[in-house]
């Protein structure tokens, strides 16, 4: 097991210092909009250290969540110009 696979937030750290983002697609969309996770998550610090990851949940059209990830990763970051 690699080191960041034991320590998944030290690697999203790694990310921003690189000036890298993830982009996960694909997502199952109930873990997008469940209240009750987010309230978990946002409560344990979770969603403050996941904000840089850009989520695209699953829709019913293969690969659509992926090309909108694609397309994302096109736009620059909201806290960067370029």
């Given at each position: 097991?690699?080191?960041?696979?034991?320590?998944?937030?030290?690697?999203?750290?790694?990310?921003?210092?690189?000036?890298?983002?993830?982009?996960?697609s694909g997502?199952?969309?109930?873990?997008?909009?469940?209240?009750?996770?987010?309230?978990?998550?946002?409560?344990?610090?979770?969603?403050?250290?996941?904000?840089?990851?850009?989520?695209?949940?699953?829709?019913?059209?293969?690969?659509?969540?992926?090309?909108?990830?694609?397309?994302?990763?096109?736009?620059?970051?909201?806290?960067?110009?370029?």
């Open positions: 097991m690699t080191a960041w696979a034991r320590r998944p937030y030290a690697f999203l750290r790694d990310l921003d210092r690189a000036g890298a983002r993830l982009y996960l997502v199952d969309p109930d873990l997008v909009v469940d209240p009750d996770l987010v309230e978990r998550w946002s409560a344990d610090g979770t969603l403050q250290r996941l904000s840089g990851v850009h989520i695209e949940p699953a829709t019913q059209i293969l690969g659509e969540s992926t090309h909108a990830a694609v397309v994302a990763s096109q736009e620059p970051p909201a806290d960067r110009t370029e």
